[in-house]
């Protein structure tokens, strides 16, 4: 079974910086691409960025410019890079992973950490 933990998350002021961690942990697996995706009180899980395996980042549109992921592969960790941070960023920040699970018999495996609160007082 495979574990995502993340760290990171706190209170900062607008227009401050956090820097997220999510650390995978088990046996026997590979990780194909992880990400951050983000839920706000009362609104819909949202994508925040992904990362493939190979590298290729993805983002959100309204976060691309002021977030970056980025990943050490050694660690199976991915982070995520806030600066300029907004109010409306505050949010529980989900860390997630596609993984190949197994030896002679290997599946794909959806995985998601627990979450940690950003919250951004203006």
């Known amino acids: 079974q495979v574990q995502l933990v993340e760290s990171g998350g706190g209170l900062v002021q607008a227009g401050g910086s956090l820097r997220l961690s999510c650390a995978a942990s088990?046996?026997?697996?590979?990780?194909?691409?992880m990400g951050w995706y983000r839920q706000a009180p009362g609104k819909q899980r949202e994508l925040v960025a992904t990362?493939?395996?190979?590298?290729?980042?993805n983002y959100a549109n309204s976060m691309k410019d002021r977030f970056t992921i980025s990943r050490d592969s050694a660690k199976n960790t991915v982070y995520l890079q806030m600066n300029s941070l907004k109010p409306e960023d505050a949010a529980v920040y989900y860390c997630?992973?596609?993984?190949?699970?197994?030896?002679?018999?290997?599946?794909?495996?959806?995985?998601w950490g627990q979450g940690t609160l950003v919250t951004v007082s203006s």
């Open positions: 088990g046996n026997s697996f590979s990780i194909s691409r």
């Open positions: 997630n992973a596609g993984l190949l699970v197994g030896t002679t018999s290997v599946s794909y495996v959806e995985a």
């Open positions: 990362i493939t395996r190979g590298g290729t980042t």
